[in-house]
């Protein structure tokens, strides 16, 4: 039997419940999805939800809230009481100052046994080790790949598929925002505040750009690589980190001319006791392992003491690609 609650409906989580229709072939014919539950309330069925009649309602566009089975008294702590799930898919709001209420939700889950695939990054920013100590005691798993960049498997790449290597450096491009914004002001000839008024306009940035322009989201995916791959911890108000709002057109084209391209990159390096972590725009020639990321794709490349140079591309940014990297996620503990 598999029991699934999912908490947090937004668009990735509507692009989960998709996806367990898509690939039901995939998943165990006993498997359910008990509990879809919102900061307000949610949906139960003890013998599960009908996910083909969910998909339909919201792909009509209908608000889960409306929805037959919703209740405001439904929430989280229901999981708890009742018992009766095998893994919690948490998806709420990314909230860096204190992780909540993801951290809660995350924690009492391991606590109670319960499997958790998360791409909510403030937790596992801010309490990771603490998170995955919890989860060992209870012999759980805690899976997080798509907080490190969606769809892009380098979660998986920085540690299962480099078993026996030591990683001693660690480079990102890890954000679809400032990749678009940098190559419109290129291929548009247009400044920096433009690139970005276009990119707001296409609901590429969001109204408050800061997170992505000011490099704070390619620092939060490298600090949890980085805390994931060396098992150690760092204070992140403490790092090096810069964005791309003082970033000119003249020297994007001259830079251009020449080949070279400039892009938002994260760079960890940990070898001997030694931790250096730094974010910001660096210029990278086509030698580079990351120079052909563009557009929405992001790309991590390894270098390792055996296993030579890795490096993984790919994963673009969209609601139904981080819902692939939970659902595969979810398939890796069933």
């Not at 009649?53 to 008294?73: C, M, P, Q």
């Not at 892009?152 to 491009?173: K, M, W, Y």
């Amino acid at each position: 039997m598999l029991n699934i609650a999912l908490v947090g409906f937004g668009e990735v989580g509507k692009s989960f419940v998709k996806l367990l229709q898509i690939k039901k072939h995939l998943l165990p014919k006993n498997m359910k999805l008990k509990y879809i539950i919102k900061s307000n309330g949610g949906i139960y069925d003890k013998d599960g939800l009908n996910i083909d009649e969910i998909v339909k309602y919201t792909n009509s566009n209908n608000n889960i809230e409306k929805h037959a089975l919703w209740s405001d008294d439904i929430s989280f702590k229901d999981i708890l009481k009742n018992k009766d799930v095998d893994v919690l898919v948490e998806l709420t709001s990314t909230n860096i100052v204190n992780g909540e209420p993801g951290y809660t939700h995350i924690k009492c889950a391991l606590e109670n046994k319960i499997n958790v695939v998360t791409g909510n990054k403030g937790p596992i920013l801010l309490y990771y080790h603490e998170l995955k100590n919890i989860a060992n005691k209870n012999n759980v798993y805690l899976k997080i790949g798509c907080t490190t960049g969606g769809a892009l498997p380098s979660v998986n790449v920085g540690t299962i598929d480099s078993l026996g290597a030591q990683i001693t450096e660690i480079i990102g491009v890890l954000n679809g925002t400032t990749n678009f914004i940098l190559e419109e002001m290129i291929k548009s000839n247009i400044t920096y505040k433009e690139a970005l008024k276009r990119a707001q306009d296409l609901k590429i940035a969001e109204k408050d750009p800061s997170l992505d322009v000011l490099g704070i989201d390619t620092a939060i995916k490298m600090a949890i690589l980085s805390k994931v791959i060396w098992d150690i911890d760092f204070e992140f108000d403490k790092l090096d980190i810069k964005g791309i709002t003082d970033v000119k057109l003249n020297n994007l084209l001259l830079e251009n001319f020449s080949g070279k391209k400039t892009k938002l990159v994260g760079r960890a390096f940990y070898l001997n006791g030694n931790f250096e972590f730094e974010v910001g725009p660096v210029v990278i020639d086509k030698d580079h392992p990351l120079y052909f990321v563009d557009g929405k794709n992001k790309g991590v490349y390894y270098k390792t003491d055996i296993l030579g140079d890795i490096t993984v591309i790919g994963g673009a940014s969209s609601p139904l690609n981080a819902a692939a990297a939970i659902f595969r996620d979810l398939l890796y503990i069933i």
